[in-house]
């Protein structure tokens, strides 16, 4: 389990960007030039509107790497597949704020912790940082959604969140917290230095890490934005 602090950046790519005729080996590309974390978009037709994998694509990943995976679940219920994500190997799990829980979104993080993984908490544009602030204490990470979750390849919006970021990252420096601020979509070598100022040290690539056909200098040019 990698234990960085918020003061570390890192570029961490995102499959749902990848050439999934060769899943294993973007997962290489990826390990190879230099990701220590890997971004995993699991999206259920419902809380989003697009479908993308699930616990099996979740542990076949891991099968194949030992970088740390961060699993960003856009479902609803997800205290319900809760365990078939622990079980195929995820070391942080992300619950939206927005989505419906057959028990309750505290309960479930308290579940993520009590099986020793990172637990964080997405809030989508539109969600205001004060639906957070009850959970900031249990969670690893708050991840500040810089489009409408769903899709890769949007523009990045920056006036929308980009407040939002500043304030969650005023409010834990204030109080003494610790959580990672993440940021993901639309993040490129020219809006992650913009989301680096407003507090962001986890910043997720999909278009911009596996678009491009030399991913070590994709990565190079990412990781030096936010350096
Ligand atoms: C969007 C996903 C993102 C997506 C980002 O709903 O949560 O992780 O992969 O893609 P880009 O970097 O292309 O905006
Ligand atoms: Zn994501």
């Avoid at 939002?164 to 993440?182: N, P, S, V």
């Amino acid at each position: 389990m990698e234990n960085i602090t918020h003061h570390t950046s890192l570029i961490l790519p995102s499959l749902l960007a990848a050439d999934w005729s060769q899943v294993g080996a973007e997962i290489s590309r990826a390990e190879q030039a230099g990701a220590r974390w890997l971004h995993l978009d699991v999206m259920d037709g419902a809380f989003v509107d697009n479908i993308s994998f699930g616990p099996q694509m979740v542990s076949t990943v891991r099968q194949n790497t030992s970088m740390y995976l961060d699993v960003h679940l856009m479902i609803h219920r997800a205290d319900h597949y809760l365990e078939r994500f622990l079980k195929a190997g995820a070391d942080n799990i992300t619950l939206h704020v927005e989505a419906n829980y057959q028990t309750s979104m505290a309960e479930t993080l308290k579940r993520i912790r009590d099986a020793g993984r990172h637990c964080g908490l997405a809030l989508h544009p539109a969600t205001p940082f004060e639906v957070a602030k009850p959970y900031l204490e249990q969670i690893d990470l708050l991840l500040i959604m810089t489009v409408v979750p769903g899709f890769g390849g949007q523009p990045f919006m920056e006036n929308e969140t980009m407040p939002k970021l500043a304030a969650a990252r005023d409010y834990r420096d204030l109080h003494g917290l610790k959580y990672h601020l993440e940021v993901d979509g639309g993040i490129y070598a020219h809006t992650a230095p913009i989301a680096k100022k407003h507090g962001a040290n986890l910043f997720v690539c999909g278009t911009s890490f596996f678009g491009p056909p030399d991913a070590s200098d994709a990565m190079k040019q990412l990781a030096a934005a936010v350096a």
